[in-house]
């Protein structure tokens, strides 16, 4: 049986709904698999394929290239797996823009010479959404072949 692909436009919608409403993920370098950290997404809603963090410049964070992070949302109805590349943002405008007291509240100011800003460049995504319905819940519940309508419930996708 071939898996339905879900809507990938409508999935990403909600993705980036739910990162708004909980902007936390799990975030590790590709190259240091297994040091997955709880990390603060920055977003902006008029940034193309883009979201920031704030570290220090002493985290195994801080040596970027090739990342993973994992979502899921307050709900658990969406969830994700999403790659990028972390750079370090030098803008000061964007840092500004970014700052707030939930970040100054880790750094001793935006000067601190610890503060290191990242940009997160994304790539692919895999989003699931599990609010699959009553009636698909019902046919999951008497143990119904469900596939086709969980497959629309997935994509994979460019952020």
Do not use: C
Request: net charge negative; proline share 3%.
């Amino acid at each position: 049986m071939d898996y339905k692909e879900g809507n990938a436009d409508e999935l990403k919608t909600k993705f980036w709904k739910a990162l708004a409403d909980s902007p936390f993920v799990f975030l590790e370098r590709k190259e240091q698999p297994g040091d997955a950290v709880v990390m603060t997404a920055q977003l902006d809603k008029h940034a193309n394929s883009e979201i920031w963090f704030f570290t220090r410049k002493d985290h195994h964070l801080a040596k970027m290239g090739p990342a993973f992070a994992t979502f899921s949302s307050k709900g658990h109805e969406i969830f994700a797996r999403f790659e990028g590349v972390l750079v370090e943002e030098k803008s000061r405008e964007r840092l500004e823009k970014e700052w707030d007291r939930h970040v100054e509240a880790w750094f001793d100011g935006k000067d601190d010479p610890n503060l290191l800003m990242l940009r997160m460049e994304l790539g692919k995504a895999e989003i699931w959404n599990s609010d699959m319905g009553v009636l698909t819940n019902a046919k999951m519940a008497l143990g119904m072949d469900v596939r086709d309508e969980a497959g629309e419930h997935h994509t994979e996708t460019a952020l």
